[in-house]
């Protein structure tokens, strides 16, 4: 991540996992922000100071081959918050989970990453604060999660343990991000 006229060679590398609710404001969906993880000081630091997407410190290890990848996430504060994940990119599929909520891929794609805009919340005088993305197209496939543990998930610290549930694992890969900056939406609820 870095400022757009700086060179690449100036930005910031970091893993940061987002739990987002899904929100309408006024006659625009996108999401709200309930908890940011980072494994990055400067990043939690700034994106706290800037943003209201609540970030938190964490530290966080990768482990890829060809056919796994293994994620665990241990928040620095010992946040019932930790992630252990093992995704089976062998198995990669176009098919959600028999389990899952929706119908298809496709329906999933519509709901979840056709959102572009951040929501804060609301502000004195009516106003939301926003942010917009601009990114490359989202192709995703759907991975087994062989650990499943997100412990935010059930601990009590987003929701208490049968709150939620799992209903499917998107891999993504060479996606860009742009965010804008960061307005003020004044939406009409009519």
Known sequence: MRPTPFPSVLGVTYTQVVYRAVVRCGSERGVYFLRSDADNGMVVAAGNLLTFFRFHLADVSWTISDRFVRFSLRPRRNEAASIDAGYDIAAASKSLPN??????????????????????????????????????????????????????????????DGDSELDSVFYVANLDYHWDRLTTVFPSYG
């Open 99 to 160: 389990t899952s909520r929706f119908a298809t891929l496709s329906a999933a794609h519509s709901f979840l990453t056709e959102l572009i805009t951040a929501f804060g919340a609301p502000r004195r005088g009516g106003g939301v604060e926003a942010v917009r993305i601009r990114r490359t197209p989202w192709e995703s496939i759907v991975v087994p999660d062989l650990s499943a543990n997100y412990e935010a998930m059930r601990s009590g610290v987003l929701f208490g």
